[in-house]
C-alpha cells in the first residue's frame, strides 16, 4: 500500500451507532489531519496531530473523537451522530505541521447517518 | 487570513490549454499560493505552488502577477481526466489550510 488509505470507503449507520473510521499513512509523515466535506460546502478541517499530539481542533462537537496512536494511524470515532453529520470524511497528511507543506489525502470515507 | 477569489465553473475543450484564475489581492508577503484539485470521488491532490516566481512542473504551470495580487494555474493540453475542482489556497507557514469553494472545470471531448 502506498500513500493515504482510510477505511471504509462508504459507511451508513444510525443516529445511536458508535463507529470508527480509520485512516493510515504509508509516507512517513509526522502529521495528520480530519477534514469534512459536505454537500456543497468547502472542506472544512477538524482536527490536526503533529506528532501524535493534537494541535488543533477546530470547534468540532464531542460526538466526534479523534485518536492517534502513533504518527501512520488516525482514527475518527464517532457516536450518537446527526443527519447533518453525514458528509465525506477526508484524511491527510503531511511531513509535519506548517503552512506550507504539502498535503496528501486519502480517498475518503463516505458517511450517511439515518 | 487572506482570501482568494475563483470563478465557480469554466470549460475547456480536449487537448486545448486552460488557464484558471484566482484572485488575492490582500496577499501578504509571505504567503505562498499553492493550487489543488479534487477529481470526482477522491480526495483532494496537489498541483503546484509558488511565491514569486513562475513555476512549472509535470502538471502545471502556475504564472504570478508582478504584484503577486493574481495567479493563473495553466493546464497545457487539458484532458478529460483533467475535469475536476481546482483550488487555490494560500499558506503562510502558520496557519492551517482553508479550502474554498474553488473552480469546477470541465473538458468537453
Known amino acids: 500500500e502506498t500513500g493515504v488509505t482510510q477505511t471504509p470507503r462508504h459507511l451508513v449507520m444510525g443516529m445511536t451507532n458508535k463507529k470508527s473510521l480509520k485512516c493510515e499513512q504509508h509516507?512517513?509523515?509526522?502529521?495528520m489531519y480530519w477534514y469534512k466535506q459536505s454537500a456543497k460546502k468547502p472542506l472544512e478541517l477538524m482536527f490536526v496531530y503533529n506528532f501524535k499530539e493534537q494541535t488543533e481542533n477546530n470547534s468540532v462537537p464531542s460526538r466526534f473523537s479523534p485518536e492517534c496512536p502513533n504518527s501512520s494511524h488516525l482514527f475518527l470515532h464517532l457516536h450518537t451522530l446527526q443527519p447533518e453529520d453525514s458528509a465525506l470524511y477526508l484524511c491527510a497528511s503531511s511531513q509535519a505541521f506548517s503552512g506550507a507543506e504539502t498535503q496528501y489525502f486519502g480517498p475518503g470515507t463516505r458517511l450517511l447517518v439515518l | 487570513d487572506a482570501k482568494t477569489t475563483q470563478p465557480n465553473s469554466m470549460e475547456s475543450n480536449e487537448e486545448e490549454p486552460v488557464h484558471l484564475p484566482c484572485n488575492h489581492s490582500?496577499?501578504?508577503?509571505?504567503?505562498?499560493i499553492h493550487w489543488y484539485r479534487q477529481l470526482p470521488s477522491q480526495g483532494p491532490e496537489y498541483v503546484i505552488h509558488?511565491?514569486?516566481s513562475n513555476v512549472n512542473n509535470r502538471m502545471a504551470s502556475l504564472a504570478i502577477a508582478e504584484d503577486r495580487k493574481s495567479s493563473t494555474l495553466i493546464l497545457h493540453r487539458a484532458t478529460l481526466r483533467d475535469a475536476a475542482v481546482y483550488y487555490c489556497?494560500?499558506?503562510?507557514?502558520?496557519?492551517?489550510?482553508?479550502f474554498g469553494a474553488g473552480t469546477r472545470l470541465t473538458v468537453k471531448p
Open positions: 489556497i494560500l499558506r503562510d507557514g502558520l496557519n492551517d489550510m482553508r
Open positions: 509516507l512517513g509523515h509526522n502529521a
Open positions: 490582500t496577499i501578504s508577503g509571505t504567503d505562498y
Open positions: 509558488g511565491l514569486t
